[in-house]
């Protein structure tokens, strides 16, 4: 019987003697042989399955045991990478899904910082403007005034000159019945 060789995990099934029926066409062991040798190798670490192998000798039906369940732990451990590799890929697909989400929502995030600023702009252009318009009404406000305030010191200082021309006509007419009071005397 040739020796098993340890590089490659089919090279048990080739060595182990079976009628062709019983392989698969791709080499592998088919899953309904599973179970018959899964037992046999569960567990077993690589110093125990080399003491099995050695104790097996040229058995060919205990070497078709360990054979059967190294290539169903084979078997095994690749179902399982399957299953982690799916989830792997959905997971990679979720984090592509959330990459563009994010992307989206940075993108929305500087738009309406963007709409924000400007909004900001508009308010404080809106409030100079308001600012403006104010100090205009109250300088307006203020010349009216100014303006009424000349008004009335001009018009106080007719009146002073009239009061004062007035005073004058008073103050020759008083002298003057004063003259001719005392002439008459």
Request: no cysteine; net charge positive.
């Amino acid at each position: 019987m040739a020796p098993l060789r340890a590089e490659h995990a089919d090279a048990a099934d080739a060595a182990a003697p079976a009628p062709p029926a019983q392989r698969a066409p791709s080499g592998a062991l088919p899953s309904w042989l599973w179970p018959l040798g899964r037992d046999a190798v569960r567990g077993s670490s690589t110093e125990e399955l080399t003491r099995a192998i050695a104790a097996a000798g040229d058995d060919a039906a205990a070497l078709q045991r360990i054979a059967r369940g190294l290539l169903a732990e084979r078997n095994d451990h690749r179902e399982e990478s399957r299953r982690w590799e799916a989830a792997a890929r959905a997971l990679e697909t979720q984090l592509a899904d959330a990459r563009r989400a994010r992307s989206g929502l940075l993108e929305r995030l500087q738009l309406l910082e963007r709409q924000v600023s400007v909004l900001k702009e508009d308010t404080l252009v809106d409030r100079l403007v308001e600012a403006k318009l104010a100090t205009a009404q109250r300088d307006l406000e203020a010349e009216e005034l100014r303006g009424g305030l000349r008004r009335e010191r001009e018009r106080a200082r007719q009146l002073a000159a009239r009061l004062t021309a007035a005073q004058g006509r008073y103050d020759a007419l008083a002298n003057r019945v004063a003259a001719a009071g005392g002439l008459a005397t």
